[in-house]
């Protein structure tokens, strides 16, 4: 099992989430950005974050944590062990690196749906011209948000599902950047480690993981993960 946060995208360029914003959104907190009372209250200026957020991430490309996971993933399945990855992430980069088995815990920022009855739509948020208002839902006139999960709402019923099963039962799980602030996702690894699980956390800094779990490397990613890697493949 792999949880991977925001840490593991950070050298590709895209700020971590606790990362200071800069310029027009410094002040404000993402918790106060990505949450449903902000969409009610001022909406457009929740979907310009969104698009400047975008526009930032479409200019980023998988880094050889990214990578790594992948090759981790082909090992597995090359030596018939189970391999899942559950990422805090909403940008893409690990399906753009060319991992397989991935749960999107909360969502993805490329994707569009309705706030209001669920439907996604293929509308790209980013090409949204905001001066001409809200984009509606084709289906119930509803305003259309990116598919994201936000703070104070529940996470895709199947995702969360896969994930407290998954880490369950899996004995030795992968942590890589993220400061375990954000539940129920810090909890998975929790869970592997009462059933007898081993964790290893990759964060240059500590987490709120750290007390627990049993190993730690403290290297960014994009050079901890390929070593890491390599050895495993070296048997
Ligand atoms: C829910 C999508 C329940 C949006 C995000 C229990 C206890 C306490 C609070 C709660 C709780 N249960 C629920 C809550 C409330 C809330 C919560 O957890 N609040 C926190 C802030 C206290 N949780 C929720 O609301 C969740 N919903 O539980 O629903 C419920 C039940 C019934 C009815 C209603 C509700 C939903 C949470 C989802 C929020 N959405 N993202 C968007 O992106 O716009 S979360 C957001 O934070 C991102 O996804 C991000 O990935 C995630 C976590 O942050 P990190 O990934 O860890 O990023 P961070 O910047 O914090 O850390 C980066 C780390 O990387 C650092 O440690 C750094 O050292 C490291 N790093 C830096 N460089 C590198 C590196 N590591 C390696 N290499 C490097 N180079
Ligand atoms: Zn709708």
């Known amino acids: 099992m792999v949880l991977t946060g925001a840490g593991i995208s950070a050298e590709s360029g895209v700020p971590t989430f606790r990362e200071a914003q800069e310029g027009l959104w410094a002040k404000y907190s993402p918790e106060e950005l990505a949450s449903p009372k902000a969409f009610q209250q001022h909406p457009e200026i929740v979907l310009r974050w969104y698009q400047w957020r975008i526009s930032l991430i479409s ?37 753009a690196a060319g991992s ?3 749960v999107e815990l909360h969502g993805n920022i490329f994707r569009t749906r309705c706030h209001h009855c669920g439907t996604r739509q293929e509308r790209n948020l980013a090409a949204v011209d905001l001066e001409e208002g809200i984009p509606h839902c084709q289906q119930c ?3 259309l948000r ?3 999960v936000w703070f104070g709402e529940t996470l895709p019923a199947a995702a ?43 964060n240059p800094n500590s987490s709120n ?5 049993s190993y730690r490397l403290p290297h960014p990613a994009g050079a901890a993960l ?10």
Not at 79 to 87: C, P, S, Y
């Open 59 to 95: 200019q980023a490309r998988p880094n050889p944590a990214h990578q790594a996971l992948v090759q981790l993933e082909d090992l597995c399945i090359r030596e018939g062990k189970r391999f899942l990855l559950i990422t805090q992430n909403v940008d893409n980069l690990h399906q």
């Open 100 to 102: 397989q088995q991935i």
């Open 141 to 143: 006139q509803g305003l």
């Open 146 to 148: 990116p598919d994201v």
């Open 160 to 202: 969360l599902n896969t994930a407290w099963e998954q880490s369950a039962n899996s004995d030795f799980y992968l942590v890589v950047g993220t400061s375990a602030a954000v539940e129920p996702a810090a909890s998975f690894p929790i869970l592997a480690l009462e059933n007898g699980g081993t964790v290893l956390e990759i």
């Open 209 to 213: 993981l750290s007390p627990r779990i």
């Open 226 to 235: 390929p070593a890491l890697v390599q050895a495993l493949q070296q048997g």
